[in-house]
């Protein structure tokens, strides 16, 4: 099949360049700004049809959280109208889309793993974008997978593993909440979850959640994190309200990967996946 990945610079977009070459059955087209912008319908119209694509994944995504709040109808072009031309387009062709969307379309108000038909109640700007770009995909009525994630990370770009690493080897200490609780998840675990969709086939419109395994705070996260790169910066518990930022955060986030699981994908356990992403990062 030809699958033509957007926002393909990112970090879910290079995870899925990584392992390309793993499914030599497909032909992957990685696309991203400026030459292939998913808010302008016309171009991607010519441009989808042209690569004759059977698969749409779309990683493209506004995804600064913080400046979502002020840039709020920025963020909604990128993640509602774009998704929403992806959609229109996809179901022109007859093709398979996978939008990727995220846990802050809920609260986080709860205390047991969020399930796809859960009421969903975003707490902010990014997580209203990127609700509206879900139901768009919805309306059109393409076949689709919505395929929820949150607490990412890569080898890729910038991002809260690469982030405590530099930290934890400059600074004496480092301060971290331990009151906001999820998964941390690999993207190439991710991207490996999707083509497993896709491979099984895409009809109707489902949405599902797909994170690693495993509960964790940021703390546990980034002492995780200090462990495998021998950090030696001394590790400090805080409270959200000790670092305030522009976009409230949800406090559980846990989001429940049994519609996925029992759809056959493989959700490894998150300090596993971590250990291999480290190897990674601390081999460069
Ligand atoms: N990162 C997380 O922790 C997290 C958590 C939950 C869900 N998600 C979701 O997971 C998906 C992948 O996230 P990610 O971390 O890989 O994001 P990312 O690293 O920020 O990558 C997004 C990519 O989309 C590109 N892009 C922005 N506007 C575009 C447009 N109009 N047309 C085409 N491409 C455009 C970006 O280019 P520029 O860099 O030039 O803007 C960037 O290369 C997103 O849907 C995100 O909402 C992420």
């Known amino acids: 099949m030809n699958i033509f990945v957007t926002g393909g610079n990112g970090q879910l977009g290079n995870s899925f360049r990584k392992i390309s070459a793993n499914y030599p059955q497909h032909s992957f087209t990685f696309t991203d700004m400026p030459e292939v912008d998913i808010t302008d319908l016309e171009s991607l119209r010519t441009i989808l049809k042209n690569a004759k694509a059977d698969v749409i994944i779309n990683c493209a995504a506004y995804t600064d959280v913080n400046k979502a709040e002020s840039n709020e109808d920025i963020a909604h072009k990128i993640n509602a109208v774009g998704p929403g031309n992806l959609a229109v387009v996809t179901k022109e062709m007859g093709a398979k889309f996978v939008h990727v969307s995220t846990d802050y379309v809920f609260n986080g108000k709860g205390n047991t793993p969020l399930k796809e038909c859960d009421p969903t109640s975003p707490l902010g700007a990014y997580g209203r974008t990127k609700l509206s770009g879900e139901t768009i995909v919805k309306e059109v009525g393409c076949d689709a997978a919505i395929v929820r994630t949150a607490w990412l990370y890569s080898e890729f770009g910038n991002n809260?593993?690469?982030?405590?690493?530099?930290?934890?080897?400059?600074?004496?200490?480092?301060?971290?909440?331990?009151?906001?609780?999820?998964?941390?998840?690999?993207?190439?675990?991710?991207a490996e979850a999707i083509m497993h969709l896709v491979n099984k086939g895409i009809k109707g419109?489902?949405?599902?959640?797909?994170?690693?395994?495993?509960?964790?705070?940021?703390?546990?996260?980034?002492?995780?994190?200090?462990?495998?790169?021998?950090?030696?910066?001394?590790?400090?518990?805080?409270?959200?309200?000790?670092?305030?930022?522009?976009?409230?955060?949800?406090?559980?986030?846990?989001?429940?990967?049994?519609?996925?699981?029992?759809?056959?994908?493989?959700?490894?356990?998150?300090?596993?996946?971590?250990?291999?992403?480290?190897?990674?990062?601390?081999?460069?």
């Open 160 to 190: 809260f593993v690469k982030t405590m690493i530099r930290l934890g080897n400059e600074r004496e200490d480092v301060s971290v909440v331990y009151d906001q609780v999820g998964t941390p998840t690999y993207a190439t675990d991710l």
């Open 205 to 284: 419109c489902e949405v599902y959640h797909y994170t690693n395994d495993g509960v964790a705070s940021w703390f546990d996260f980034t002492k995780a994190i200090f462990k495998l790169a021998g950090c030696k910066a001394n590790l400090h518990a805080i409270e959200s309200y000790e670092y305030p930022t522009p976009a409230e955060r949800p406090a559980y986030s846990v989001l429940s990967k049994r519609k996925i699981a029992e759809a056959g994908a493989s959700v490894p356990y998150w300090t596993d996946s971590l250990e291999k992403c480290m190897k990674i990062l601390l081999a460069k």
